[in-house]
Structures are given as structure tokens and as C-alpha cells.
């Protein structure tokens, strides 16, 4: 299916033109040329009704056998390299409270956002030492948007830890378990990572092949 101009155009750096990277049964997927962000096109987002039902099916609380350990592989990375008593968000939340207990549990300090199960836009108009979004950026419709305001509330020094699976090769990518989940649309690799360092100015650091640490210069 050919893509309009303004469904190619890349939601991460705004660049028209994104060829088509794979295509599936069910939806295509287009690689941005610029910051290298695949991405589905709106045409094949579905409903946000549907989307939450989707998240109500996770099973992601405190007494979930591994999940604590799962945020854990962001949550330690990111406090060792915070300050005593620093305040965060954790961007994309979800219904519970097990990425903000785990820093608690250490002495910081952390507001919530969802915008299906923790609407707070107050939070917005705060600044924060430290942002958390686990699983949260493959899901962004407007990636551009979201990471400028997160940025823009990001104190100077101040840290954002990402988890995502990173995208690989076309080989891989075809058949990756990530690609299955519908309410995943944006899908990102080092070198998108790198590209979003250098626009927002940050430095960048990978820990291992699903966290991401940026730091605010």
C-alpha cells in the first residue's frame, strides 16, 4: 500500500519520506532515513478503547513472580547514578506503583503520569531530576511531542532511563516477538537513540539490550 506524504511523515523527527521497512498480514512498518525510527502508520494504530484494553490484560503488580525484578534492571542502573533523595516521574506508569515503590523503597521521590490510568498533566509543570519510561516509548504516537516536553521538564543533569527492546536488522526484525503486539508502533535502535541525544542534547549510555540511560548536558 503506498503511503501518503503525511503518513510516511517520521513522528520522531518530523522527516517525510520514510520508505517501507517490512510489511506484515496486518500492518506496515516505515524506516524514517534520518533518525532511522520504524514506525506503523496511522492507519494501522487502533482505537485507544482497544489499546487500554490491551494494557488491562497485564498482569504488572508488586505480587507478580518477576516483575519487580524486570523494572529492577532500570530502576538500579538509573539510581546509581542519581543523588540522595532526588525527585522523579515515571512517564507512562500504568495502573500500579512497582517502578515508584522501588525508588522509594531507596529515598526518592516520584510522581506518575498515564494517560489512561494516572492522568495527572500537573506533573507538567514541575521539574524533575530523573524520568523513568519502561515499555512506554514503543506505544508513543507522537514521539516528537512527548520527548520535548519531557526534556523540557528534565532539570539540567538530570537523567531519563528508557526500556525498550532495540530493533536490530530487517532479518531480525521480520520475525521479532515485539512486532506482534499491536499497541507497538515506533520502534527504535541505537542509532535512533543516538539521533535523539545529539537533538535534545544529552549523553547517551546502553545498558545491556533494553535500557537506555540519557543525561541532560
Not at 523494572?71 to 507512562?92: A, K, Q, T
Not at 515503590?101 to 503520569?113: K, L, N, S, W, Y
Not at 549523553?203 to 548536558?217: A, H, P, S, T
Request: some cysteine.
Amino acid at each position: 500500500m503506498k503511503q501518503t506524504p503525511e503518513e510516511s511523515c517520521c513522528p520522531l523527527c518530523r522527516t517525510s519520506g520514510a520508505t517501507v521497512f517490512h510489511t506484515d498480514k496486518k500492518r506496515s512498518y516505515l524506516r524514517c532515513s534520518t533518525c532511522s525510527l520504524i514506525f506503523v502508520p496511522s492507519p494501522f494504530h487502533i482505537e485507544p478503547s482497544d489499546e487500554k484494553k490491551e494494557y488491562d490484560r497485564h498482569e504488572n503488580s508488586m505480587d507478580t513472580p518477576g516483575y519487580r525484578n524486570f523494572l529492577s534492571r532500570l530502576c538500579f542502573p538509573l539510581m546509581n547514578r542519581l543523588s540522595p533523595e532526588s525527585h522523579g516521574l515515571d512517564f507512562g506508569s500504568g495502573p500500579g506503583r512497582v517502578l515508584s515503590a522501588i525508588m522509594e523503597e531507596q529515598g526518592h521521590r516520584v510522581d506518575r503520569f498515564d494517560p489512561f490510568y494516572h492522568n495527572t498533566p500537573e506533573v507538567f509543570e514541575k521539574t524533575y531530576d530523573f524520568i523513568s519510561a519502561t515499555e512506554v516509548v514503543e506505544h508513543l504516537r507522537d514521539p516528537h511531542k512527548e520527548f520535548s516536553r519531557l526534556f523540557q521538564i528534565l532539570k539540567q543533569d538530570g537523567w531519563m532511563g528508557i526500556m525498550t527492546k532495540l530493533a536490530t536488522d530487517r532479518k531480525a526484525f521480520k520475525n521479532w516477538h515485539y512486532i506482534r503486539d499491536d499497541t507497538h508502533i515506533c520502534f527504535y535502535s541505537r542509532l535512533t537513540f543516538g539521533y535523539l541525544a545529539r537533538t535534545v542534547g544529552a549523553r547517551l549510555e546502553f545498558i545491556g539490550n533494553d535500557v537506555v540511560l540519557l543525561k541532560k548536558i
